[in-house]
């Protein structure tokens, strides 16, 4: 049972223009949500994240929404370059004391010049 | 500041044999975590600790121990390493606390098991 979805497994997108990841969540005691960043042979690195009592957080050309009525979040990324290109994952947490991270499957953005 | 290190960054292992990989942070960070990364199945949670002397199960512990006798230190113990343990390892730690919820993650272990 997926708790943290990230439907599409790939994502190509030109120079400049907006790259929209998704991610959908099933368990409603999740409250805080975070994007990483992964490049070929790194570990993740944070990129955005949001907390529950948002539906908005940005960051320079970062955006993550956040629609906890379906469950879902998105990233948006304004204006697409090259170096976004990489591996975004999400990953949800709650509050409940278990201080655990549940990871989405992973979206390859690639930015074309 | 070196952050989160790994240590071996690559390493093969016949099934059966043993190996031990070593985390260390030194952000004076609380709870450390161990996951590993798997094509189409992206990060799973292994095991993990909220402070010296403490651990407790992820998602996928079976065939896995952990020890966090220091602070700075998360090791990870395979004791019989099996072909399905292929994988990429990654080691995080964080501060503990709400509002402090962001992961640093060290740069992976590659471990193939033949």
């Known amino acids: 049972d997926q708790q943290v979805k990230q439907n599409s497994p790939s994502l190509s997108v030109q120079e400049g223009r907006i790259s929209i990841l998704n991610c959908d969540y099933t368990n409603s005691m999740f409250d805080y949500f975070l994007w990483y960043k992964k490049y070929p042979a790194e570990g993740p690195t944070f990129l955005i994240s949001?907390?529950?009592?948002?539906d908005k957080n940005e960051d320079g050309r970062f955006t993550v929404f956040l629609n906890k009525s379906a469950k879902h979040l998105s990233l948006h990324i304004v204006p697409s370059q090259p170096g976004d290109s990489a591996v975004y994952f999400c990953a949800a947490s709650d509050s409940s004391g278990t201080y655990k991270y549940i990871f989405g499957t992973g979206t390859r953005l690639k930015v074309l010049a | 500041n070196a952050g989160v290190t790994q240590t071996p960054k690559f390493r093969v292992l016949k099934t059966g044999q043993s190996m031990t990989l070593l985390c260390a942070q030194d952000m004076n960070h609380e709870y450390m975590y161990w996951y590993r990364q798997d094509p189409g199945m992206g990060l799973r949670l292994i095991h993990y600790s909220v402070g010296e002397g403490t651990t407790a199960k992820g998602e996928v512990p079976d065939g896995y121990n952990v020890s966090r006798l220091k602070k700075q230190n998360f090791l990870l113990g395979l004791e019989s390493a099996a072909p399905s343990q292929t994988s990429v390892y990654f080691c995080a730690s964080r501060l503990a606390g709400v509002g402090s919820d962001t992961q640093y993650f060290g740069p992976g272990t590659r471990l193939t098991v033949l």
């Open positions: 949001i907390s529950s009592i948002k």
